[in-house]
T-cell receptor, first 108, second 113 residues
Framework: GQSLEQPSEVTAVEGAIVQINCTYQ??????LSWYQQHDGGAPTFLSY????GLEETGRFSSFLSRSDSYGYLLLQELQMKDSASYFC?????????FGDGTTLTVKP | DVKVTQSSRYLVKRTGEKVFLECVQD?????MFWYRQDPGLGLRLIYF???????EKGDIPEGYSVSREKKERFSLILESASTNQTSMYLC????????????FGSGTRLTVV
């Protein structure tokens, strides 16, 4: 089976840095993806890590350690618009299993 | 602008009805997926397809079936709708290797009464 664990809620202030962790237990693991979902909207793809290390895309970075079955999403210079749910997802032969999501609240 | 289009944003159906949810993508993706999303439960995979005429069960296929007659279209069928199938249904597509992530449709919020 596949399972992913991530915190249910995180709160941070505007301009701060926040890290959302994800641990996974999967068979046939290919890589770890991150998605953002605003209230009432569809999930949108943020990043994908297949290899160990850090991937940076603007204010967002994602990290993977395959040996620790662990990854995180790092959001820098937080803005109010970053308030959303964030999902990690493990890829296995083209299909993904999603975590339950982390609700990020950014306060002024 | 590439997209995944789900035919209905909101649907209300009666218990026992046969329900069809349609999804069309214009990106020539091989993979298509149906998920349902419920509060606190994340996204759960119902069915997926890697190619035309091909389908695979996901984690929660009971009470559902799918059809993929053309590469761009993937339909989810609720054979006999029940109240516990009230949910947000999300269709997604991706390239075969999946490293570029999924593109999701806007979702269909189905209420079964």
């Amino acid at each position: 089976g596949q399972s992913l664990e991530q915190p249910s809620e995180v709160t941070a202030v505007e301009g701060a840095i926040v890290q959302i962790n994800c641990t996974y237990q999967t068979s046939g693991f290919y890589g770890l993806s991150w998605y953002q979902q605003h209230d009432g909207g569809a999930p949108t793809f943020l990043s994908y890590n297949a290899l160990d290390g850090l991937e940076e895309t603007g204010r967002f970075s994602s990290f993977l350690s395959r040996s620790d079955s662990y990854g995180y999403l790092l959001l820098q210079e937080l803005q109010m618009k970053d308030s959303a749910s964030y999902f990690c997802a493990s890829s296995n032969a083209g299909k993904s299993t999603f975590g339950d999501g982390t609700t990020l609240t950014v306060k002024p | 602008d590439v997209k995944v289009t789900q035919s209905s944003r909101y649907l209300v159906k009666r218990t026992g009805e046969k329900v069809f949810l349609e999804c069309v993508q214009d990106m020539d993706h091989e993979n298509m997926f149906w998920y349902r999303q419920d509060p606190g439960l994340g996204l759960r995979l119902i069915y997926f397809s890697y190619d035309v005429k091909m389908k695979e069960k996901g984690d929660i296929p009971e009470g559902y079936s799918v059809s993929r007659e053309k590469k761009e279209r993937f339909s989810l069928i609720l054979e006999s709708a029940s109240t516990n199938q009230t949910s947000m249904y999300l269709c997604a597509s991706s390239f075969l290797q999946g490293s570029s992530g999924y593109t999701f449709g806007s979702g269909t919020r189905l209420t079964v009464v």
